[in-house]
Antibody, heavy 121, light 110 residues
Framework: QVQLQQSGPGLVKPSQTLSVTCAISGDSVSSNSVAWNWIRQSPSRGLEWLGRTYYRSKWYNDYAVSVKSRITIKPDTSKNQFSLQLNSVTPEDTAVYYC???????????WGQGTLVTVSS | QSALTQPASVSGSPGQSITISCTGTSSDVGGYNFVSWYQQHPGKVPKLMIYDVSNRPSGVSNRFSGSKSGNTASLTISGLQAEDEADYYCSSYTSSTPVVFGGGTKLTVL
């Protein structure tokens, strides 16, 4: 059974960098059959897919256009986890951030517990 | 990328069937058979209920079914139960960004 455990600060100041990590158990971040995604949810924006990382003989990343200039998703094979970094945050980035395992084709079947990140001074 | 369009709310009585629609375009829902549905209870994590338009993951009740016609996908819940009361979200592969979600539908069991 796959479990995803998220960690990261709940409060970030405007213009700073939001960072959340997702530790994986029951699967490998280097699996060549899934992707590792970040999704956020806020009352104003609903569910919003942010990006993914996946391994298919080499590492790939895809990012949503809305955050492409500010986002980095990185795998950490030594710790079997992956991370989200979102730069230059504003209050609009306040949301619950989820990590999720899965492919677009087969859906996101496993989710982290969610991390509420508030952007405020 | 605009979100997929879902009704804000639907309701039904126990035992009835309800259908939630999810309308997109030929660049997402209509162009690919990669529509998923998620159930989310208040304060909980979304749960995958349907993938690839009509497939149920292991453990999901067969009261939940999915279909698609043109640019509109649908989730049908039959034999409505009190525990089905939740928010439901659709998602689809898109030709621009890999995934787009619907705005969500609140299901009330009367």
């Amino acid at each position: 059974q796959v479990q995803l455990q998220q960690s990261g600060p709940g409060l970030v100041k405007p213009s700073q960098t939001l960072s959340v990590t997702c530790a994986i158990s029951g699967d490998s971040v280097s699996s060549n059959s899934v992707a590792w995604n970040w999704i956020r949810q806020s009352p104003s924006r609903g569910l919003e897919w942010l990006g993914r990382t996946y391994y298919r003989s080499k590492w790939y990343n895809d990012y949503a256009v809305s955050v492409k200039s500010r986002i980095t998703i990185k795998p950490d094979t030594s710790k079997n986890q992956f991370s989200l970094q979102l730069n230059s945050v504003t209050p609009e980035d306040t949301a619950v951030y989820y990590c999720a395992r899965g492919l677009v084709a087969t859906g996101f079947g496993d989710w982290g517990q969610g991390t509420l990140v508030t952007v405020s001074s | 990328q605009s979100a997929l369009t879902q009704p804000a709310s639907v309701s039904g009585s126990p035992g009835q069937s309800i259908t939630i629609s999810c309308t997109g375009t030929s660049s997402d829902v209509g162009g690919y058979n990669f529509v998923s549905w998620y159930q989310q209870h208040p304060g909980k994590v979304p749960k995958l209920m349907i993938y690839d338009v009509s497939n149920r993951p292991s453990g999901v009740s067969n009261r939940f079914s999915g279909s698609k016609s043109g640019n509109t996908a649908s989730l049908t819940i039959s034999g409505l139960q009190a525990e089905d009361e939740a928010d439901y979200y659709c998602s689809s592969y898109t030709s621009s960004t890999p995934v787009v979600f619907g705005g969500g539908t609140k299901l009330t069991v009367l």
